[in-house]
């Protein structure tokens, strides 16, 4: 059942929708449930070849899809309630997940927390574009959406190479 209060765990699920997954298995509980916007994003756009994005309740969740339609990445806005290791969530400030955590990586206009590539925090913009080091990011900006996905390849080649397979 789609929860909009359930734990957010990195490389695996938000609002218990896991990666991975066909979304058939939750179309009937979306469109039954929640309020529901679709996109198609062609092989020509920035995203890649064929992908699907569902958008529940103004963004609260957003679940984006491959060409068969296995879910690769979920993604919360701040009306999200659940939270990641029960401490981190969307609407955190910047300065909050600097106190929270032991090391935060910028990499592609997105925050890395504690070296989990399966989690992410996108800036907003500007800072997407303009931040390249996180002396340019105010403390008291809210970090309004998270993403679970697998980031791995973003990760320095040592520590892809320690990942284990989940």
Not at 51 to 59: A, E, R, S, T, V
Not at 121 to 127: H, I, M, V
């Amino acid at each position: 059942m789609i929860d909009f209060n359930a734990d957010i765990i990195s490389f695996t699920s938000l609002a218990n929708i896991r990666l991975g997954h066909s979304v058939d298995i939750y179309l009937e509980e979306m469109l039954t449930r929640f309020t529901v916007e679709t996109k198609e994003y062609p092989s020509s756009s920035p995203l890649g070849g064929d992908m699907h994005g569902y958008f529940l309740d103004d963004n609260t969740i957003s679940i984006f899809t491959d060409a068969n339609d296995i879910i690769v990445s979920v993604v919360c806005n701040q009306n999200y309630h659940g939270r990641y290791q029960n401490k981190l969530y969307a609407g955190i400030t910047m300065e909050r997940l600097t106190l929270l955590s032991k090391s935060i990586l910028l990499i592609n206009g997105a925050l890395i927390v504690d070296g989990d590539y399966g989690l992410a925090f996108s800036l907003p913009s500007p800072y997407d574009e303009i931040a390249d080091s996180l002396q340019h990011i105010p403390g008291d900006l809210q970090l309004v959406e998270v993403v679970v996905s697998d980031h791995s390849s973003w990760a320095p080649q040592a520590s892809r190479k320690g990942r284990k397979k989940r």
